[in-house]
């Protein structure tokens, strides 16, 4: 049954501006340091609006670079811990960190630290990436999946040892840890983490994008949790059940949909025709940013190449707005047809603890924290007794 109620905000800046298919080209939006620095503020907005309403996790995205104005995060750790002293008990999702542009020290150091901080209202999440500019400028591969994947794996096995075990060494094929020096009289053997995360077992969610057997494979293993949003239904169906069966290869059984959560592109409004209205050209923004990128997960020909090498096929299979819609992977309608759809998930999936509110870029502060309200107001009560202040 959905439990937690949440919300995720990449970070975007651009108010409404000029969007949709007959707006400014993604390519052509250029803002000012300021603009993309009001990222920050539009967070701390945003989080303070979830905590008076009652909702679980803002989760927030890391990216680079973006003076495009979509994704304006680099340091969500950071931010976080800024945020924590705006707010009194809601949690911060790293969704998520990059992990190939760290080093995995570094990293897990940062989450201790804000875990710390926090008294442990930050989430632990990591990914791949999917931007070639921000990852490769980092030094680390993106356009090789790969390589990208062969890194992260041994990258997350370093922080979990750090993480977990009071004093650790690792030899791969990227890193020596620590490395074969001398240090004050002995030769360096073993590292110990200063300080490690008062909260153990790290709880760590990872996005799930493509579903491939190897990628839920490693999940399986290491107990992590898994995101999906934005993705056709049929997909997200397979998805499911595929997390579920791996799992229990690995010795864990789990409900369907359990260790999931749910993320939804979706406006509400008082009738089915507006929330259609005002959401299409929003949805169109969101096009012209990830399909050039590799990043849409509508149709079979997109889902057989995600990433950078399938960024053809992405634009040339196009974005039908009402086909994205009727495969619910986007959601528009009343209060009503939101809470029966929902319904019809938990039913499908009972193990399904977690819903995640996109942010959708083009959309405003304005417009989403009206959204926000009337989530709250209309549909979470029926699914959990909430006071909710307005």
């Excluded at 939006?29 to 679980?56: M, P």
């Excluded at 790293?94 to 630290?113: I, K, Y």
């Amino acid at each position: 049954m959905i439990k937690y109620f949440s919300t995720l905000y990449a970070g975007h800046v651009l108010e409404g501006d000029d969007i949709g298919l007959d707006g400014k080209a993604a390519n052509d939006r250029w803002y000012s340091n300021d603009r993309c620095a009001d990222a920050f503020d539009i967070a701390k907005e945003t989080a303070q609006s979830l905590e008076e309403l009652g909702y679980d996790i803002l989760w927030m995205a890391e990216h680079h670079f973006q003076r495009e104005g979509y994704e304006c995060i680099p340091n969500l750790l950071m931010l976080s811990v800024w945020l924590s002293q705006y707010t009194q008990k809601i949690k911060f999702g790293c969704g998520f960190n990059v992990l190939p542009m760290w080093h995995p020290l570094r990293l897990a150091e940062d989450f201790a630290m804000a875990d710390i901080l926090t008294k442990g209202r930050v989430m632990f999440g990591v990914g791949r990436g999917y931007h070639t500019r921000e990852v490769e400028t980092f030094d680390a591969p993106m356009l090789d999946a790969d390589a990208n994947r062969e890194l992260f794996e041994e990258q997350f096995e370093i922080i979990m040892q750090a993480f977990n075990e009071s004093s650790f060494s690792h030899k791969g094929k990227h890193y020596t840890l620590p490395p074969e020096v001398p240090y004050r009289g002995y030769q360096l053997k073993e590292l110990t983490l200063v300080p490690r995360p008062l909260h153990l077992p790290v709880e760590v969610w990872q996005p799930i994008v493509s579903g491939s057997q190897r990628g839920l494979d490693f999940m399986a293993k290491h107990g992590i949790k898994g995101m999906i949003l934005g993705t056709a239904a049929p997909f997200i169906d397979n998805w499911m059940h595929l997390y579920q069966e791996t799992n229990a290869r690995h010795g864990r059984q789990l409900q369907l949909g359990e260790n999931l959560a749910m993320g939804l592109w979706c406006y509400i409004d008082e009738t089915h025709d507006k929330a259609i209205r005002a959401l299409k050209p929003i949805f169109e923004e969101h096009v012209k940013f990830a399909a050039p990128l590799g990043m849409l997960r509508y149709n079979e020909n997109q889902m057989q190449a995600t990433g950078p090498g399938g960024v053809a096929r992405h634009i040339a299979a196009g974005a039908n707005f009402e086909e994205v819609l009727a495969n619910r992977a986007w959601f528009c309608g009343t209060p009503e047809e939101t809470v029966t759809y929902l319904k019809e998930l938990e039913e499908t999936y009972p193990g399904l603890e977690h819903l995640v509110l996109g942010f959708p870029m083009g959309e405003s502060v304005t417009q989403f924290k009206a959204q926000l309200s009337v989530f709250a107001q209309e549909v979470i009560p029926a699914f959990k007794a909430r006071t909710v202040t307005v």
